[in-house]
């Protein structure tokens, strides 16, 4: 079965062009100058006025993740429905290490919970909380598998932490097998002391998740990691990045020569420590995260967008990590360290950096190649992903410019979440139509893929080291 989508500007993270995309089975068949495609043949997808943009690849998710004393709340199933409602069509999601598990144990437990499940194409990346002999041959085992990035947390003592000598056999590790090694990049021990300080002075609100884990935490813990991946040559991706200062030891690690990159997540260039997470009474708990928002009067959020234009960043992620309100994010009222860290934004990370282009932060291009081209590339999926051109997979989305979105408004979004993080934005654009190699997963009907179309994924090692 061949589809032509007909009438669009193609845009690519290297430029945009009116152009004909011939579709053949699950893969883009040829590209066409407008009107130059089969007359005859294929089904015909109208994009007059619409942008033709390759999926999303959202490379920072966590489906059903045990955390907090409780499950991220949306599964493999809703989590990748609600992605394609938003134009991404391919995810990588967090394989869990807890100490004292077996990394290749948990790694074929993930595959039990996506298998058969998926809306969009997944693959996975490792935690890895326990660093012993086991877990680093599982480094070269899970690589055969096309698991080639491994993340590891300086901070959530007892549970995810790493002290820096596991983080250094970790990267010698990863500089030796080509894997990229991820940093959650907080200094736990300081964030762990002020936090008792402030719930023994009775300071339990959600405001307080912000002040206990300052931007100091997060650019010490940043200097850090660059430093033991400077020392072991490993090729070194921080995640979650949400204060400038951070920003500022990845750029001027990329400029002494260093393999370091940067992903921030829409919540650092729209929301702020002020706004959400000093709302009144418990309400802030819809916006603990970590690293947690920032203060808008220190400048942050501008700095961020400055740095995705500039390239201090690289690129745009979610950490979707969604709890609702009622039972889970409520296990902390009264105390705002026992309130599950994570935001849901799987479904609007396209919609919301588009927003970026409207007001002219970015360029379309860049809007691309933030959001897919880079993520595929980063991660060993690009030429497959993250691109329109002969060969690619079909993952596809229409982008109308002149559409509207709103979002979050009572129920419309498709998490499992009782709450919209993002309730009252007003996006101008709006995804029209997304292909998955080949499938329309959603159309002006709306939701039209099945559970079980996306396939794993495996990926090779990232195409940004040589
Ligand atoms: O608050 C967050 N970021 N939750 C998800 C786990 C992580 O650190 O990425
Ligand atoms: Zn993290
Ligand atoms: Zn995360």
Known sequence: MSTLIQGGLVISATGSVPADVLVDGETIAAIFAPGRGPAEGPNVIDATGKYVIPGGVDAHTHMEMPFGGTFASDTFETGTRAAAWGGTTTIVDFVVQYPEQRV????????????????????FHQILSDVQDESLKAMDELIAEGVTSFKLFMAYKGVFLSDDGQILRAFQKGADNGAMMMMHAENGAMIDVLVQQALAAGNTSPYFHGLTRPWQA?????????????????????????????VEQIAAARDRGLNVFGETCPQYLYLSLEEQLGAPGFEGAKWVCSTPLRSRA?????????SLRTNDIQMVSTDHCPFCMKDQKEMGIGDFSKIPNGIGSVEH????MYQGVVT?????????????????????????????????????????????????????HHMNMDYSAWEGFEIDGHVDLVMSRGSVIVDSSGYVGRAGHGRYVPRGLSQYLA
């Open 298 to 306: 220190e400048g942050h959020q501008d700095h961020m967008w400055q």
């Open 360 to 412: 002219g932060q970015i360029t379309r291009e860049r809007w691309v190649e933030i959001t897919s081209t880079t993520p595929a590339r980063m991660f060993g999926l690009y030429g497959r992903k993250g691109v329109i051109q002969p060969g690619a997979d079909a993952d596809i989305v229409v982008y109308d410019p002149q559409g509207h979105t709103s979002i979050g408004v009572g129920r419309t």
């Open 349 to 352: 990370r396209m919609d919301l």
């Open 104 to 123: 290749l144990d948990q790694y074929q437990a993930w595959h039990a919970k996506a298998a058969g499940h998926c809306a969009i194409d997944y693959g």
């Open 218 to 246: 997060e650019a010490e813990a940043t200097h850090r990691a660059i430093m033991i991946a400077d020392l072991t040559g490993a090729p070194l991706y921080v995640v979650h990045v949400s204060a400038k200062q951070a």
